[in-house]
C-alpha cells in the first residue's frame, strides 16, 4: 500500500508545473473512485467545465471550450498598436500565442499578473487566444437539470457573452460562452 501511495504522490508531483495536465490527471482520477463508490443510478447527463475567478466573481466556461490552462507566461511581447486589453505574444512551444486580460476586455479593471494568475487558452480552430484570468479552481461537474439557461447579474459586464449558469444550493455559476466572445466584432478588433 506505502508503495502505490508514494507512486500516485510523485505522478502528481511531476504534474505540479502542467496545471491543465494536472486537472486531467485528477479528473480522470475521480471518476475512477466516483465509479466504484457511486451506486448505479440513472443521473443523466453532466456538463463540465472549467472554474475561474475574475475580479471576485466565479465563472465557468465549457471543457470543450478551453484548450489548456497555463501559468502567465515569464516573457510576453507587446504588440505595437494594440488595445490595452492585448497584453502581447507569448511563445508557447513553439507556437506564439496572444495574452489578452479578460477582465480588461470586458471594461472591468486591469488584471494584476500574481502568483496564481492563469492563463486560459481558448480551443477555437481559427482564433488563437490566451485569456488571462485571476485564478483557476479546476473542473466542476453539473447535472443537465442544475441548469438555467437565463444569465445571472454579475458585476464584471460579461452579460452578452454569458451562456446561463448552473445552481446548486446557494451558489450560482455563471457559464462564460468562449466561442461567441473570441468571435465577437469587439474582441476581433485588438488594433487601437
Not at 443510478?41 to 466565479?58: C, D, L, N, Q, Y
Not at 466556461?61 to 505595437?80: D, F, K, M, W
Not at 488595445?83 to 505574444?89: E, F, I
Request: contains cysteine.
Amino acid at each position: 500500500m506505502t508503495g502505490t501511495m508514494s507512486g500516485t504522490d510523485h505522478t502528481l508531483r511531476d504534474l505540479r508545473d502542467r496545471p491543465f495536465e494536472l486537472l486531467k490527471e485528477l479528473e480522470k482520477r475521480s471518476r475512477i473512485v466516483t465509479a466504484d463508490n457511486a451506486p448505479d443510478t440513472a443521473a443523466g447527463r453532466e456538463w463540465v467545465g472549467v472554474a475561474f475567478r475574475m475580479g471576485g466573481e466565479t465563472f465557468l466556461v465549457a471543457r470543450e471550450e478551453t484548450r489548456e490552462v497555463l501559468g502567465y507566461p515569464a516573457v510576453v511581447t507587446r504588440i505595437p498598436g494594440a488595445r490595452s486589453w492585448v497584453k502581447g505574444l507569448a511563445n508557447i512551444r513553439g507556437q506564439l500565442l496572444p495574452m489578452l486580460d479578460l477582465r480588461q476586455f470586458l471594461g472591468s479593471g486591469a488584471t494584476t499578473a500574481g502568483r496564481n494568475t492563469r492563463i486560459v487558452v481558448v480551443n477555437h480552430r481559427e482564433i488563437p487566444a490566451g485569456l488571462m484570468v485571476d485564478e483557476v479552481l479546476g473542473f466542476r461537474r453539473f447535472a443537465e437539470p442544475e441548469f438555467n439557461a437565463e444569465p445571472p447579474p454579475t458585476v464584471i459586464r460579461c452579460d452578452s457573452y454569458l451562456a446561463g449558469a448552473f445552481r446548486r444550493g446557494g451558489e450560482v455559476w455563471p457559464v462564460l460562452s468562449l466561442k461567441s466572445l473570441v468571435e465577437s466584432q469587439s474582441f476581433l478588433q485588438a488594433a487601437s
